[in-house]
């Protein structure tokens, strides 16, 4: 989902200046400030990916003629029976596509090309102009996924060693021993109190108030 904010006048010019696609995407890209009230850069960030798609789609289908660069291809023949005519198919290629050759397209900008589709898709089908979303299963690919980073014993002892002599070093060493321990999530240890620590575990809850009991060991005890 795009991020929130107010829209502010100054930030309406970038908006104003698109276009090069037709009257019915300008309509969504307007809705999605003044409505919504995503932010500037997830508004153009939005624009730039439905281009993206929709020329992207008009290449695979071949209906592009001469040797036009990408972002040079036409967009003004996209009509809401062309967007129908999108298949699911298409859309899982679209999240592979890459403008530049032989660069892969990262997890997080899969990412964002699919919430941009679903929010065009979910405002298409509120204007009545399609019936089904076609977005519901998109989702980045598996192996794209960042895999987790772990610090080693020899990292967490210079974390530690930074706070030697801090007059926060005993709050931050054991927001550290914490974290590495119990691999709490930040939500869960900001919302830690003192009553819900117990001689041999803790009771750590997430923003939603739910709860999970989780133990430590002596050295986190002793801290």
């Known amino acids: 989902m795009g991020r929130k904010k107010n829209p502010q006048p100054e930030h309406l010019s970038e908006i104003a200046k698109i276009n090069d696609v037709p009257e019915l995407i300008k309509n969504y890209i307007d809705s999605c400030y003044t409505v919504k009230g995503y932010s500037t850069d997830t508004v153009l960030g939005y624009y730039r990916d439905l281009k993206i798609l929709f020329r992207y789609v008009k290449l ?18 996209i009509t809401p029976e062309f967007i129908r005519s999108i298949r699911k198919e298409d859309l899982k290629q679209y999240l592979d596509f890459s403008v530049v050759a032989g660069k892969r397209v990262s997890a997080s900008s899969q990412r964002r090309r699919i919430s941009a589709v679903r929010s065009f898709y979910k405002y298409l089908k509120c204007e009545s102009l399609i019936q089904d979303s076609k977005t519901v299963d998109l989702k980045p690919h598996s192996s794209l996924k960042p895999k987790p980073h772990y610090l080693t014993d020899d990292e967490i ?18 927001i550290i021993t914490l974290f590495y321990t119990c691999g709490l999530r930040t939500g869960e240890l900001v919302g830690l109190n003192v009553a819900d620590i117990y001689s041999d575990h803790l009771i750590a809850k997430n923003k939603k108030g739910a709860a999970r009991s989780v133990h430590f060991d002596e050295s986190c005890h002793e801290i």
């Not at 695979?60 to 023949?77: A, H, Q, W």
């Not at 530690?160 to 931050?172: M, Y």
């Open 60 to 77: 695979r289908r071949r209906m592009v003629t001469g040797p036009e660069k990408f972002n040079e291809i036409d967009l003004s023949d």
């Open 157 to 174: 002892n210079k974390l530690l060693a930074q706070c030697k002599g801090s007059f926060f070093e005993l709050r931050d060493i054991c």
